[in-house]
C-alpha cells in the first residue's frame, strides 16, 4: 500500500533561516504528490503540488521537486517568516475517481523572531 | 464564498449520544471525503462518495454512517459516541486528483 514518512517535528528555526523538511514515499504506480499547511486552529490548505517525476512545485517561496529516484518531495524554502509557523503534511494520491490522499504524520514548524 | 463549509465548527457531546456532522460544497466538484485527524494532528481518509455513491469506506465501525444526499453534500451520521470518537473531522472534496478541505470539525466526547 501507499506510505508516506515525514520527519518528526517540531522544527524550531529563527526568521530568515533556510527549511528542508524531508518527506519520502512508497506508492504503486505514478502517485501526485502535495504539500499541505495547516495553521493554527485552521483547516488544511494546499500549498504546493507535483504530478510527474521531476515536476517542481512552488508557491509562497516554498518549493518541493519530485524525485522519482529517490521517492522524494522534500519541502523548502529559503527564508522563513514567523506567519510559517503551521503543520506542515506530505501527501501522495494515484490518480483516478474518488483517489485518497495518504498523509505523512505532519511537522510541525515553530518559526521565532 | 466558502468552497467547502462544515458545519458545526465545535461539538461536545456526551459518550453514548448520536450526532452529525455536515458538509457542503459549491465547487461542483463529484467526489467528496471525510478524514479524521486525531489529537497527535494524523489524518487518515475514512469515506469516499463519487456522485452520491460510496466509494472508500476505510474500515471505520459501522457506528459512523456517511450520507449524500446529493453530489453538493456529504454528512456523517455517528451512533453511540465514544470517548477515541473525540478527534477532528475534515471534509474534503475534489476534481481529478486535487483536494479541497474544509474548516474542520472538533468533536469533544465526555
Known amino acids: 500500500g501507499n506510505s508516506v514518512t515525514q520527519m518528526e517535528g517540531p522544527v524550531t528555526l529563527s526568521e530568515e533561516a533556510f527549511l528542508t523538511i524531508n518527506c519520502t514515499y512508497t506508492?504503486?504506480?505514478?502517485?501526485?504528490l502535495f504539500w499541505y499547511v495547516q495553521y493554527p486552529g485552521e483547516g488544511l490548505q494546499l500549498l504546493l503540488k507535483a504530478t510527474k517525476a521531476d515536476d517542481k512545485g512552488s508557491n509562497k517561496g516554498f518549493e518541493a521537486t519530485y524525485r522519482k529516484e529517490t521517492t522524494s518531495f522534500h519541502l523548502e524554502k529559503g527564508s522563513v517568516q514567523v506567519s510559517d509557523s503551521a503543520v506542515y503534511f506530505c501527501a501522495l494520491t494515484n490518480t483516478g475517481t474518488a483517489s485518497k490522499l495518504t498523509f505523512g504524520t505532519g511537522t510541525r514548524l515553530q518559526v521565532t523572531l | 464564498d466558502t468552497a467547502v463549509s462544515q458545519t458545526p465548527k465545535y461539538l461536545v457531546t456526551q459518550m453514548g449520544n448520536d450526532k452529525s456532522i455536515k458538509c457542503e460544497q459549491n465547487l461542483g466538484h463529484d467526489t467528496m471525503y471525510w478524514y479524521k485527524q486525531d489529537s497527535k494532528k494524523f489524518l487518515k481518509i475514512m469515506f469516499s462518495y463519487n456522485n452520491k455513491e460510496l466509494i472508500i469506506n476505510e474500515t471505520v465501525p459501522n457506528r459512523f454512517s456517511p450520507k449524500s444526499p446529493d453530489k453538493a453534500h456529504l454528512n456523517l451520521h455517528i451512533n453511540s459516541l465514544e470517548l477515541g470518537d473525540s478527534a477532528v473531522y475534515f471534509c474534503?472534496?475534489?476534481?481529478?486528483?486535487?483536494?479541497?478541505f474544509g474548516p474542520g470539525t472538533r468533536l469533544t466526547v465526555l
Open positions: 474534503a472534496s475534489s476534481q481529478n486528483f486535487e483536494q479541497f
Open positions: 506508492a504503486t504506480g505514478y502517485p501526485s
